[in-house]
Nanobody, 129 residues
Framework: VQLQASGGGLVQAGDSLRLSCSAS????????MAWFRQAPGKEREFVAG??????????HYTDSVKGRFTISGDNVENTIYLQMNNLKPEDTAVYYC?????????????????????WGQGTQVTVSS
């Protein structure tokens, strides 16, 4: 399984970007997919994620992006998107997408990188002030 992230770029504060993450390889249905980010010298942190449980879908965000970022997608195509509006310089980081396949993660586990079975290669987002 490979995850491919794209859509990053260099923008000014207040601009928008839309990140995409798609999966390829063996057939699977993700139980959860999420976006993390990692700034230089910092740990990888959870940004937004989706959990699927039957017909129910849960969307979760870290506090700093609530109201500005929106995650969407599905676990049929195993594709997720991250619409990022009103970007701030502190959003500058490499953004990674991850997928959980083996288990159905509890909410608290969504925040932990080790929960994820597969990762994309990352896409750079740089926001200038």
């Amino acid at each position: 399984v490979q995850l491919q992230a794209s859509g990053g770029g260099l923008v000014q504060a207040g601009d928008s970007l839309r990140l995409s993450c798609s999966a390829s390889g063996r057939t699977f249905s993700a139980n959860a997919m999420a976006w993390f980010r990692q700034a230089p010298g910092k740990e990888r942190e959870f940004v937004a994620g989706m959990r699927w449980n039957g017909g129910n879908v849960g969307r979760h965000y870290t506090d700093s992006v609530k109201g500005r970022f929106t995650i969407s997608g599905d676990n049929v195509e195993n594709t997720i998107y991250l619409q990022m509006n009103n970007l701030k310089p502190e959003d500058t980081a490499v953004y990674y997408c991850g997928a959980v396949v083996r288990v159905r993660p509890i909410l608290s586990a969504m925040w932990t990188p080790s929960t994820y079975d597969y990762w994309g290669q990352g896409t750079q987002v740089t926001v200038s002030s």
